[in-house]
């Protein structure tokens, strides 16, 4: 079956960076596009970042814009979310999901993503 397993999060000072991966599995990884959504406590849901089955194509939230970087290694089934200048706001459970999906911009709706991981943690302190 699909699997999306989440790693990388942690405790940052604001100001901070950490890397996000997620690995897949039980999928053709390059005919998925992968996203990054996080969810803050109280809050609902939200888009952090999308990239598109080749990698040439990104979308972001406004909130991460030129702070997050996400990118792929197909070959490695493998999804990344670089953070930089994290902020207290950036707390959240981080969720990678994937959707089969052959558009050149990335979907920002959760509810087109078909699968979804466990969640990583991020904290960061200010």
């Known amino acids: 079956q699909v699997q999306l397993v989440e790693s990388g999060g942690g405790l940052v000072q604001a100001g901070g960076s950490l890397r996000l991966s997620c690995a897949a599995s039980?999928?053709?990884?390059?005919?998925?596009?992968m996203g990054w959504f996080r969810q803050a406590p109280g809050k609902e849901r939200e888009f952090a970042a999308a990239?598109?089955?080749?990698?040439?194509?990104?979308s972001y939230a406004d909130s991460v814009k030129g702070r997050f970087t996400i990118s792929r290694d197909n070959a490695k089934k493998t999804v990344y979310l670089q953070m930089n200048s994290l902020k207290p706001e950036d707390t959240a459970v981080y969720y990678c999901?994937?959707?089969?999906?052959?558009?050149?911009?990335?979907?920002?709706?959760?509810?087109?993503?078909?699968?979804w991981g466990q969640g990583t943690q991020v904290t960061v302190s200010s």
């Open positions: 039980g999928l053709t990884f390059t005919l998925y596009t």
């Open positions: 999901a994937a959707t089969y999906d052959r558009t050149w911009s990335p979907p920002k709706q959760h509810d087109v993503y078909n699968y």
């Open positions: 990239i598109n089955r080749g990698g040439g194509g990104t």
